[in-house]
């Protein structure tokens, strides 16, 4: 159980805090909901263009949450 608490700390604060950061408040409106599982962090989103625009960025989006965490926290990222 102890080793959960970190993945589990870590993934909040992508969730709550990495990812208004890098994406701002505008888009996280459309974020429905996130999920991560093994490195694949899956987001749901509400709206096609956005989902379309973000897909485009996938990898830039991975390198700057992954620099914030100071891991390679996610190695792939799953949009819905």
């Known amino acids: 159980r ?3 608490f970190p993945y589990t700390t870590l993934f909040r604060s992508v969730k ?3 990812l208004p950061e890098i994406l701002g408040p505008m888009v996280c409106r459309y974020i429905a909901e996130v999920k991560n599982r093994d490195g694949k ?3 749901k989103i509400t709206s096609g263009a956005l989902k379309s625009n973000l ?3 996938k990898n830039v989006l991975i ?3 992954n620099e914030k965490i100071g891991s390679k926290f996610v190695r ?3 949009f819905l």
């Open 41 to 43: 962090l899956t987001i």
């Open 63 to 65: 390198i700057k949450i």
């Open 76 to 78: 792939d990222i799953v």
């Open 2 to 4: 102890s080793t959960l």
């Open 16 to 18: 709550f805090s990495i």
């Open 55 to 57: 897909i485009m960025q």
